[in-house]
């Protein structure tokens, strides 16, 4: 019985995060203007928290913020979100959706941000038309506006990328495996 309510859980999980792929908006100009804000957003909630990332998102090859949304419950997880890679050489966006699963033990919900720094043209490429990443990764956050705190440390997800995520709000205790496919939002992106 427990491995039903499992997986019954994981599905409906899935099933919720999957109305989390794309920002807010009416219109196409407005979801991109919401993309640029988050993308804003997110950099300043980071520079608060690791001033001296300023100056390495600056001179990087580019960068990438992410919206997600990430649920864990007990040994699955799953996250979705979307976001925008901004090429730092050659001033252009992307924007792009992302999805996750993960196996490892824990329990919370929690928006956050994911922050994704460049070191070359090649890892901007790489992620943005391959967009496969895995990684081991350990949470511990609670975070409700001002009150609480969470951590925003590195890890490298595939050759010359480095992500840092850090808790907006929610609550998270995990330790997991995490596979993620990020993919272009064809509708924001012509």
Not at 39 to 64: F, H, R, W
Not at 176 to 184: E, N, P
Request: a neutral charge; proline letters at 2%; glycine letters at 12%.
């Amino acid at each position: 019985m427990k491995h039903i309510l499992l997986v019954v859980a994981a599905l409906l999980s899935a099933l919720v995060l999957t109305g989390c792929l794309s920002p807010g908006g009416d219109t196409i100009s407005e979801q991109k203007y919401n993309a640029h804000t988050m993308s804003t957003q997110g950099l300043d909630m980071l520079y608060v928290k690791n001033p001296d990332l300023k100056e390495k998102i600056v001179s990087a090859a580019g960068y990438g913020v992410y919206k997600d949304l990430g649920i864990h419950l007990f040994i699955l997880s799953t996250e979705s979100g979307w976001g925008v890679i901004h090429n730092n050489r050659t001033g252009k966006d992307t924007y792009m959706k992302l999805y996750s699963i993960g196996l490892g033990p824990g329990l919370g919900v929690r928006d956050f941000r994911a922050v994704v720094l460049f070191d070359n043209q090649q890892s901007i490429n790489d992620f943005i038309n391959s967009g496969w990443a895995g990684n081991w990764q350990a949470n511990a956050a609670f975070q409700f506006g001002d009150v609480g705190d969470s951590a925003a440390v590195a890890a490298e997800i595939m050759p010359g990328v480095r992500l840092y995520k850090y808790t907006v709000n929610g609550v998270v205790l995990q330790a997991t495996f995490q596979g993620t496919k990020t993919w272009q939002n064809d509708k924001l992106n012509k």
